[in-house]
């Protein structure tokens, strides 16, 4: 049985060659009683994993369960999970850190029968995770995707002022209902060096008031350096702002 497992440092593995590379899973674990899949797909998805079912020919062991997948689809995703494979006496996965109702979306991704598509419910679960993954299992595709639909959903709203954002639809919510979710895309993608898609994400964090980053926990939790990079963002926008109105 071959075991991964996010560890306390990056390190080489020399008996596994695998990187295995830090990562927080605070952040998730919160995430998962708010932003999880709904109780139908769920339980389908239980039904189907947590069952052996014609082609599986693995099974994953996450937080003691098993789950049974397929050898194809996880190699058609990861050259990581193809070199596994390579031996054909590997019957099984131990993945450590991961929640097994994490997991089960994530192959719900995966697997084309359950037709999931990303969505601002399940998209900062799935970019925490496709994050993890591409370091752990050289997974790109799900960050990828991660990216192009927070990209398209940041171009889909406006502020009204500091407290309050417009959607496309023309809801109105206040900002600190997303905040927590800005300050994790920021983060993850900070992690990465996409400064592009970093500096998309900060033009809407700097426009937010102080008092919404004291109020969040996920804003405490974040390194020092990105925080600076957050308010050194606001700093450089109120600058500019306070030049626009005063008269010259």
């Keep these: 049985m071959i075991s991964s497992s996010i560890t306390h ?3 080489l593995n020399p008996d596994k060659e695998i990187l295995l590379r830090k990562t927080s899973t605070k952040s998730l674990k919160r995430l998962n009683k708010k932003m999880s899949i709904s109780n139908t797909d769920i339980n389908r998805s239980e039904q189907y994993f947590l069952q052996s079912h014609p082609f599986s020919d693995l099974t994953l062991i996450v937080q003691n369960k098993r789950l049974y997948v397929d050898k194809s689809i996880l190699s058609s995703v990861s050259k990581v999970f193809q070199s596994y494979f390579q031996n054909e006496n590997t019957n099984s996965i131990e993945i450590l850190d991961i929640s097994s109702n994490d997991m089960i979306e994530l192959l719900q991704f995966l697997y084309p029968q ?5 969505n601002y419910e399940n998209v900062t679960v799935l970019l925490i995770l496709g994050r993890s993954l591409t370091q752990r299992f050289d997974i790109y595709f799900i960050s990828q995707s991660c990216r192009s639909f927070i990209l398209f959903y940041l171009s889909k709203f406006n502020y009204i002022h500091m407290n309050l954002i417009e959607q496309e639809n023309g809801s109105r919510l206040k900002i600190s209902t997303i ?9 993850e993608f ?11 994400i900060l033009e809407k964090l700097c426009q937010c008031n102080n008092s919404n980053f004291y109020l969040s926990k996920v804003f405490y939790e974040l390194k020092e350096n990105v925080q600076y990079h957050i308010f050194q963002a606001r700093a450089k926008y109120l600058e500019k702002a306070c030049s626009s109105i005063l008269p010259i």
């Design 179 to 187: 905040l927590d979710n800005l300050l994790i895309w920021f983060r």
């Design 9 to 11: 440092d990056d390190y």
């Design 114 to 118: 359950f037709q999931c598509t990303i």
């Design 190 to 200: 900070f992690y990465i060096n996409d400064e592009f898609i970093c500096e998309a």
